[in-house]
């Protein structure tokens, strides 16, 4: 099981900025599937955003196109989430997510991915 740890999560007023980033432990990160999800209280992981190992194609959930960015850095085992122009229903803890199998499933399911972080809690005040 890869190690991931996600960190930069924090309390940003609605309109602000946060950058997200999560480090992996795996030597074979670059073939790796990589996506977000968030849990908000009382509700079930969702689907944020996903890239795919080569990092040419990204999947973005309708509620953060065009406000957040997905990138990957795999020379240092690292995905970048930022986060723009946040609001309070983007409050949730965050999870990075790797398909360290490559299990051939939709990149929004969370049966594709076999290794997750702990996640860091993102709060966004009105």
């Known amino acids: 099981q890869v190690q991931l740890v996600e960190s930069g999560g924090g309390l940003v007023q609605a309109g602000g900025s946060l950058r997200l980033s999560c480090a992996a432990s795996?030597?074979?990160?670059?073939?790796?599937?990589m996506a977000w999800f968030r849990q908000a209280p009382g509700k079930e992981r969702e689907f944020v955003v996903a890239i795919s190992w080569s990092g040419s194609n990204t999947y973005y959930a309708d509620s953060v196109r065009g406000r957040f960015t997905i990138s990957r850095a795999n020379a240092k085992n690292t995905v970048h989430l930022q986060m723009n122009s946040l609001k309070p229903e983007d409050t949730a803890v965050y999870y990075c997510a790797a398909d360290t199998e490559g299990i051939q499933d939709d990149y929004y399911s969370t049966r594709k991915y076999i290794s997750w972080g702990q996640g860091t809690q993102v709060t966004v005040s009105s």
């Open positions: 795996g030597r074979t990160f670059s073939t790796y599937d």
